[in-house]
């Protein structure tokens, strides 16, 4: 079966950010990594960016892993933040629906309240406080 996990880039603050979403979905993070961590070639990594983090990894669920990285400026790497990308969850319950849009959203932009919708779902849009956009929908009860 295809699984899908968001990849989230951050520039400078991954580390924030997921200790953030593991304040939310719990757990262990099953792999951090920093760039001072990898193997140096001849390019040496900056000071500055040796201690962002290359890759971290969240499970939130049997089925799914949130995974994340700073870009890396001296490697030529550049962020964009943009809308093209949500992460829709999918709780069981309106009560953890609720509780995954109540935490994630705050301190971020709220596009769509956390509500019964006419097609029977709940469901919630928004931007968290670092730009990350998404989706909370469950199923009509």
Known sequence: ???INP???????TEE???FYKSVFGGEFSSLMRYKDMPQGEEKMPGDEAERIM???LPIGNNAVLMGSDISEARGMTLVVGNNNYISLAPDSVEEGQRLFNELSAGGKIEMPFAKMFWGDYFASFADK????WMVNVAGE
Do not use: D, E, P, T
């Not at 990849?7 to 603050?13: A, E, I, M, S, T």
């Not at 670092?130 to 956009?133: D, I």
């Open 1 to 3: 079966m295809l699984k």
């Open 7 to 13: 990849y989230l880039n951050f520039n400078g603050n």
């Open 17 to 19: 950010a997921f200790n």
């Open 55 to 57: 890759h971290i990894s």
């Open 130 to 133: 670092y730009g990350v956009l």
